[in-house]
């Protein structure tokens, strides 16, 4: 049976009706707009998926009132009720926001990326070390206050602490978990007291470069400027830590971050263990940015 | 006509009003998101609403698949369900 529909020029075209033919097309339609969220196609292929579920709303329902089908033309609208690009998008980044990144093979199943231990965009080393995190933050922040403390007792800095993480936290892996690695952030001390002169600047390089040896940080180089005459950066670097002091003005600022570094809660091999399971497997799209240091 | 409304409204109606139900109580957890979090209650009453007007529907021979769908999709697309879901499967974070 077809529904006829007149056209101003006295013709008329057919629309065929046959519940099955509509069944088929709806799930094409479910499975074009699987394939354009899954692979984060073009959004103009979802928005055709779109105007095509709708069309085979409108014909399927035309069909289930013409043709009396109770069953296969009312399934196929439920079908792209279920399967259009707006409910797929909807449900995946609510399963995004809650399981992380998942993608199918046909070998392994499920993969839940979210348990990916490494950290997108960023090569591991193939034996990471163990750092233990808790006691480098503990020595990072004596040797900052140390340097702070003679500052402030020789010429009478006043200091402020910037916002921001401090201490030891995880570093997201990119698709919506943590990997096992941690990075160590001191508070960035800043002081707008520097008067410019030759003497409170060597003292502020100078005692910034006894905190750095003290953390074993002995790699020093300019990565702005010219900290010994003028305005400038100078970062002292070793083991993933860099410490940085920088004179701009009256304004002296000091910062650390170090990472990033495996977690000491992590067993011997844990990371080759859990980093095996996704071995030879392409990393999908991250939904975070990891914040590696 | 309601007929046919049913038919080809209800299924795609309970769809999203359930997507949105989900998306509005995960928003409505930041604080930030005000609209959604004020929106949450009134969807959640809609989505019940879905459900009892699937019900009704199923009465009927012609609109049953539709009030089927509508129903199931209230029962298993609502926040505490899709709670219990990635919880049960081991997916929750």
């Known amino acids: 049976m077809t529904a006829t529909v007149e056209q101003t020029a006295g013709r008329s075209i057919r629309i065929p009706l046959r519940p099955g033919l509509i069944l088929a097309c709806a799930v094409v339609v479910v499975l074009v707009s699987w394939v354009s969220i899954a692979f984060r196609l073009p959004w103009i292929i979802a928005a055709i998926a779109m105007l095509l ?13 013409v043709r009396r089908s109770l069953f296969v033309a009312p399934l196929a609208i439920c079908l792209v009720a279920a399967g259009n690009p707006a409910t797929l998008a909807g449900l995946g980044s609510y399963v995004e926001r809650h399981a992380g990144v998942l993608s199918v093979t046909l070998d392994r199943g499920i993969v839940l990326w979210a348990k990916y231990p490494g950290i997108a965009g960023w090569d591991a080393p193939t034996d990471p070390q163990p750092v233990d995190t808790i006691a480098l933050a503990k020595n990072v922040q004596r040797a900052l206050r ?5 500052l402030t007792t020789a010429y009478g800095w006043a200091w402020q602490i910037g916002d921001g993480d401090v201490g030891v936290t995880p570093i997201p892996n990119g698709f919506g978990g ?16 520097f ?12 005692t910034a470069e006894a ?22 950066t100078r970062s002292w670097s070793a083991d993933s830590q860099t410490l940085t002091l920088t004179i701009a003005g009256s304004r002296v600022t000091l910062t650390y971050v170090g990472g990033p570094f495996l977690s000491t809660l992590s067993l011997p091999g844990e990371f080759e263990t859990a980093s095996s399971g996704y071995a030879g497997l392409p990393l999908p799209p991250t939904i975070v940015t990891p914040d590696v240091p | 006509m309601l007929r046919a409304l049913t038919i080809g409204l209800l299924p795609m109606l309970a769809m999203g009003v ?5 998306v509005a109580f ?13 929106l949450s209650g009134w ?27 509508a129903l199931l999709i209230s029962l298993i697309v609502n926040p505490l369900t899709a709670a219990y879901l990635l919880l049960a499967l081991g997916l929750n974070l």
Request: charged letters at 15%; hydrophobic letters at 50%.
């Open chain 1, 146 to 150: 140390t340097a702070i403390g003679s």
């Open chain 2, 26 to 38: 995960d928003l409505g957890q930041d604080p930030a998101a005000q609209p959604w979090s004020e």
């Open chain 1, 195 to 206: 008067d410019g002169s030759d003497e409170q600047r060597a003292a502020a390089i100078a």
């Open chain 1, 211 to 232: 905190s750095a040896a003290e953390l074993g940080l002995t790699q020093a180089s300019d990565t702005a400027g010219a900290v010994d005459t003028g305005d400038g």
């Open chain 1, 178 to 193: 943590n990997s096992m690695f941690e990075r160590v952030d001191a508070p960035r001390w800043t002081t707008d007291a």
């Open chain 2, 18 to 22: 359930a997507v949105l139900t989900l």
């Open chain 2, 43 to 69: 969807l959640f009453a809609a989505l019940v609403l879905v459900g009892i007007v699937g019900i009704i529907a199923m009465l009927d021979a012609r609109t049953r698949v539709a009030g089927a769908f």
């Open chain 1, 53 to 65: 579920a709708v069309l085979v709303t409108v014909w399927g329902t035309l069909s289930a009132i």
